[in-house]
């Protein structure tokens, strides 16, 4: 599929959109051109790993975790930061990369009317995600893989009470796995956990076991 892009904040953000093999037609600016949320699971916001380290739409696990959660029946929204790829502005460090979440949020609520919405991101884009998910009233699910829970507060987001699912590294060597465990012991139900057995923080020869274990997580979630 082609690059497309959407409205953000600060300009133009670059965006694909993954669809079940069942959805409609798509549009010419790389969104439905006829929303109908029968037969979508949720329309799902994804976002990259940070930007000044490489992070993109494109990194791996994110384009892997697309396309697994539109096999399940999602519509799934992944998008470059301002700053990263060909989208418009300067990287925030955090404020910003909210506002263009928030754009995101808001354009697959407009495409999709009356479906369910899922906030997902890798990484610093999991900060992001569950940080502008656990905020926002339309949002009921919150992903996050290989959270960076030692380096940005995810207290707020433990204590929400939307449904909330961690995906780990075992071998994580930026965000270590004993701090995912302790926030997550925290944190309020309904949650779930899963460990990739000897991965690291970008799941390198892994990739596969993200897919399979967000199927396996998300495959009959109907919240």
Not at 2 to 24: K, M, S
Not at 30 to 54: C, K, M, N, W
Not at 194 to 212: M, N, P, Q, R, W
């Given at each position: ?132 998910g656990a905020a926002d009233p339309r949002i009921s699910t919150l992903i996050a ?79």
């Open positions: 599929m082609p690059l497309r892009e959407i409205a953000g904040p600060a300009g133009r953000l670059e965006c694909l959109l993954d669809e079940p093999a069942a959805g409609r037609g798509v549009g010419r600016d790389g969104l439905l051109a006829t929303p109908d949320a029968s037969g979508i699971r949720a329309a799902v916001v994804f976002a990259h790993p940070h930007t000044e380290y490489g992070g993109t739409m494109h990194t791996k696990v994110v384009y892997q975790a697309a396309k697994a959660l539109s096999r399940i029946g999602c519509a799934v929204l992944r998008f470059n930061f301002r700053g990263a790829g060909a989208s418009e502005g300067a990287f925030d460090n955090g404020a910003g990369e909210m506002d263009d979440f928030r754009a995101a949020v808001d354009a697959m609520a407009a495409r999709y009317p009356g479906a369910k919405l899922w906030a997902g991101g890798m990484s610093f884009g999991s900060w992001i995600a569950l940080s502008v893989i290989a959270a960076p829970v030692d380096r940005y507060d995810f207290t707020v987001i433990a204590q929400n009470p939307k449904a909330k699912f961690f995906i780990h590294g075992e071998r994580d060597e930026i965000c270590p796995l004993k701090d995912v465990r302790e926030l997550y012991a925290r944190a309020v139900e309904p949650k779930e956990l899963v460990v990739i057995d000897a991965a690291d923080h970008l799941f390198d020869g892994k990739v596969g076991e993200v897919s399979d274990a967000i199927e396996d997580l998300l495959g009959d979630w109907s919240t």
